[in-house]
C-alpha cells in the first residue's frame, strides 16, 4: 500500500459520497466512534463523531482535519495494520493505485 495524500482521499470521499467512517468502537460502551465528511467548498470537512460521554465531552461533535485522517492511513499502512486495510477498502483507495491519473 502506497501513501496517500489528502486529495487522494478527498478524490474517493466525494466519488463514493462517503460521509461517515467508523474508526472504533468506543471501548467503554461500544459507540462506533465515527469521521464525519462534510464536501465543503471544494473541498472537504472532517468532524469527529465520538458519540457517547466516555472520554470526551461535553460536545459529541467536535472538529478534527482530513490531515489528521491521512496520518492515521499512512502510519498504519506502514506497519499493514489491519486499520489501514480496512481504510483501503472502505475508501476504495486500489483505484488509485490501479489507476493513478484517471477518474
Ligand atoms: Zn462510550
Not at 463523531?49 to 465531552?57: P, S
Not at 490531515?67 to 475508501?91: Q, T, W
Amino acid at each position: 500500500m502506497r501513501s496517500m495524500s489528502v486529495g487522494d482521499f478527498e478524490k474517493q470521499i466525494k466519488k463514493h459520497k462517503i460521509k461517515r467512517w467508523e474508526i472504533r468502537g468506543c471501548s467503554f460502551c461500544n459507540y462506533p466512534i465515527s469521521y464525519l465528511f462534510v464536501e465543503s467548498g471544494g473541498g472537504v470537512e472532517v468532524l469527529t463523531d465520538t458519540g457517547c460521554d466516555c472520554v470526551v465531552g461535553p460536545s459529541r461533535i467536535t472538529d478534527y482535519s482530513m490531515e489528521g485522517v491521512i496520518s492515521l492511513y499512512n502510519m498504519n499502512a506502514e506497519n499493514d495494520n489491519p486499520l489501514a486495510k480496512r481504510m483501503y477498502e472502505d475508501f476504495y483507495l486500489s483505484e488509485l493505485e490501479e489507476n493513478p491519473n484517471g477518474n
